[in-house]
């Protein structure tokens, strides 16, 4: 089950985070999972009430959004980006497609685009000097760009 230590590294690196605000409650922590990564959603919402029950993200919730496999063919005279094709297994195989990683236009080989991620998204958290909710994103700015939008 490596679902748990997954999660384990997760709660670690958000409670690293959660370290540099000032934090009062953390409602949300969302995730992007790969199709490729094969992670058990059911297995990481297990491990995540776990490994939060003795600190700050006791209560909180973990969402997940999937990220579907996109490939690249490798044949510059083809160019094919897109979903690749998959193996239904049926019903008895608990949902779980075969991706065949290679061009589903001429067969050659693909570098896969996306898929594989595991990663954090956003957290959702009440701070401690504020009663208003605080997104706390993934997202960076280039450098020397505002946040701020001019008005017309």
């Known amino acids: ?12 690196a958000v409670l690293e985070e959660l370290g540099k605000h000032k934090v009062k409650k953390v409602n949300s922590v969302t995730m992007v999972v790969g199709d490729l990564t094969e992670l058990g959603y059911e297995q990481m919402e297990f491990a995540w009430g776990v490994l939060t029950e003795n600190n700050i ?27 690749c094709k998959e193996i239904d297994m049926g019903e008895d195989t608990y949902e779980h497609n075969i991706p065949v990683l290679s061009c589903p236009v001429c067969g050659g080989g693909v570098e896969v685009v996306q898929g594989m991620a595991c990663r954090i998204k956003s957290l959702d958290v009440d701070l401690e000097e504020e009663e208003n ?13 505002s946040s701020r939008r001019r008005r017309s």
């Open 133 to 145: 909710r605080c997104s706390i994103t993934g997202t960076q700015r280039r450098p020397g760009r």
């Open 57 to 83: 993200l006791k209560g909180s919730k973990i969402i997940f959004e999937p990220e579907k496999i996109v490939v690249r063919c490798k044949d510059p005279a083809c160019g094919f980006e897109g979903p």
């Open 1 to 12: 089950m490596h679902e748990a230590t997954v999660i384990a590294n997760i709660v670690d």
